[in-house]
């Protein structure tokens, strides 16, 4: 009987541990399910946070390039190849042309 007794003991705690491992690491979330949730969640805010100082900059730089006329030369000038008037002459160089051709070829002219 004590054994029968002791027995039973064993098998109603093992389904209580049974249970309490279930509960805190079985079920839809997961103990490590909501670690890595947490993870996530503060790598994603982290980017969140990043993009939102990016989109600002741009935003600044956009609202800048509206209405400052500095900028708006210095890119027509640095992007676009545009003089001030004829007082200004633009030169434009050329990329070298391929060494790699045989010297014996004559060039058209």
């Known amino acids: 009987m004590a054994r029968r007794s002791l027995l039973s003991r064993l098998v109603w705690f093992g389904i209580i541990v049974a249970a309490l491992v279930f509960a805190v690491q079985g079920g839809e979330y997961s103990t490590l399910d909501l670690v890595h949730q947490r993870r996530d969640r503060l790598r994603m805010t982290a980017a969140i946070d990043s993009m939102t100082r990016v989109v600002d900059s741009l ?18 000038r640095e992007d ?3 003089v001030r008037g ?4 633009l030169y434009r160089f050329a990329a070298p042309r391929d060494t790699n051709r045989d010297s014996t070829t004559k060039r058209p002219r």
Do not use: H, S, W
């Open 80 to 82: 676009f190849g545009m």
């Open 59 to 76: 935003r600044r730089y956009r609202d800048r390039l509206q209405r400052d006329p500095k900028l708006q030369e210095r890119i027509a």
């Open 86 to 89: 004829t007082k200004e002459l």
